[in-house]
């Protein structure tokens, strides 16, 4: 008879080989390169380019001027991980479709908002949460806005010649060929943690993922056929729930000072929402769809924080933190009789959380870098391949 040893290597190795021909592709090579001419971002801060900027008050400094010189839109110092995106696949910076001053949108649109929520917020904006109000432009209205701007841009590219310039203007054949990135979910989770018990969010998740797939489902009609999902972060790890909850028992912290259950809520978010995409994949047969484990980086990164060159995780470079007093980044508020603000630290590179809530640009692209290679993916592909269905 064969040893234990021999049987393994003749059984599990033709696996083996399957497996991976089956990642690189029958024929035992490498998939090609995917062509995306565009890219269509779905999301809230983690992704917005501009587009909470351009509807209610702009960002102040000091965001943007780590790499932009000046605020630019986003929730960092400097580049968000879709930034990095653009860069890998040699596109320009997606612009903000409610960036209407000054605008091409050849390459894509980012309908992101910061404060944007899956499901419609029962708030407003200026309700707040850890800080920062619910955006009404829900994951539903981004999708809306996504439709009329397909249909009307293709309008005007017929037109183009009579009322504008068509290199501004996506050719409509793109559609098709774009990637479409959705990165959302973290602030339902946020506003839930605020306003329900754990065993009530958790009763909300399946309409959460009920209302993502809608999404994905629409654009998929609308012809989009390529899909890179991020799943949500580590929500627990973000400083900002410790200058606004009663600081949580030590028992409720693991060992980098993140809040355990908060975690968990989103571990369970993520079960759920790659569940859908599984589902989607079977629904939707032409659609290549990656599911992208952000968790798994920014826990990653928090849990070997000081070894890829960071501090201390629940550091804040942007604001005034001390004691129970806390002015946000790029504010002025009194303290004691005088007139603090909220400015940046002077070493941002080495610092993970930029404002409390939001990534710096340093840790955005670590982040980036973490995930664009497929290592977290499923199907474990690259971005620049995400065009190829399982």
């Known amino acids: 008879m064969l040893g234990m040893e021999r049987w393994k290597q003749l059984v599990l190795l033709p696996f083996g080989l399957f497996l991976a021909m089956c990642i690189l592709g029958v024929s035992g090579r490498a998939l090609p390169s995917c062509?995306?001419?565009a890219i269509y971002n779905f999301g809230d801060s983690n992704s917005d380019t501009g587009g909470i900027s351009a509807a209610f008050e702009p960002i102040q400094a000091p965001y943007g001027e780590g790499f932009f010189g000046k605020p630019a839109g986003r929730d960092s110092d400097g580049r968000l991980m879709i930034d990095f995106f653009a860069e890998h696949l040699r596109l320009p910076y997606v612009t903000a479709y409610l960036n209407s001053l000054g605008t091409s949108f050849r390459y894509g649109a980012n309908f992101a908002t910061g404060g944007s929520p899956i499901r419609r917020p029962k708030g407003t904006i200026f309700e707040t949460i850890f800080g920062f109000g619910l955006s009404p432009f829900s994951l539903d209205m981004q999708t809306t806005q996504f439709l009329q701007f397909k249909a009307r841009s293709a309008d005007l590219f017929q037109k183009a010649n009579y009322f504008c310039d068509r290199s501004k203007l996506p050719n409509p054949q793109d559609f098709a060929k774009a990637l479409y990135t959705f990165d959302i979910g973290q602030n339902d989770l946020s506003a839930g943690f605020r306003k329900l018990s754990f065993d009530q969010l958790r009763a909300e998740i399946p309409d959460m993922i009920n209302q993502h797939a809608a999404a994905v489902r629409l654009v998929y009609e609308q012809g989009g056929r390529a899909f890179w999902i991020h799943n949500a972060g580590p929500i627990g790890c973000l400083p900002v729930g410790l200058f606004y909850n009663i600081k949580p028992a030590p028992s409720a912290l693991d060992e980098?000072?993140?809040?355990?259950?908060?975690?968990?809520?989103a571990i369970e978010f993520n079960r759920q929402l790659k569940d859908s995409v599984i589902k989607l994949r079977a629904e939707l047969p032409q659609a290549a769809i990656t599911y992208v484990d952000i968790y798994a980086a920014k826990y990653e990164l928090i849990s070997n924080a000081k070894k890829e060159g960071f501090m201390a995780p629940m550091?804040?470079?942007c604001g005034f933190h001390m004691g129970n007093d806390h002015v946000w980044c790029g504010n002025k508020a009194?303290?004691?009789?005088?007139?603090?603000?909220?400015?940046?630290?002077?070493?941002?590179?080495s610092v993970i959380?930029?404002?409390g809530i939001h990534y710096t640009q340093a840790a955005n692209k670590w982040v980036?870098?973490?995930?664009?290679?497929?290592?977290?993916?499923?199907?474990?592909l690259p971005i620049s391949q995400a065009c190829h269905r399982r």
């Not at 000072?257 to 968990?264: F, I, L, M, S, T």
């Not at 009194?334 to 590179?349: H, L």
């Not at 664009?372 to 474990?380: E, Q």
Request: charged fraction near 15%; charge should be negative; hydrophobic fraction near 30%.
């Open 334 to 349: 009194t303290v004691n009789g005088t007139e603090v603000f909220g400015g940046a630290c002077g070493n941002a590179s």
């Open 368 to 380: 980036a870098n973490r995930i664009l290679n497929g290592a977290l993916s499923d199907p474990p």
């Open 35 to 37: 062509y995306f001419p």
């Open 256 to 265: 980098h000072g993140c809040v355990k259950d908060q975690n968990e809520m």
């Open 315 to 317: 550091k804040v470079c």
């Open 353 to 355: 959380s930029w404002d």
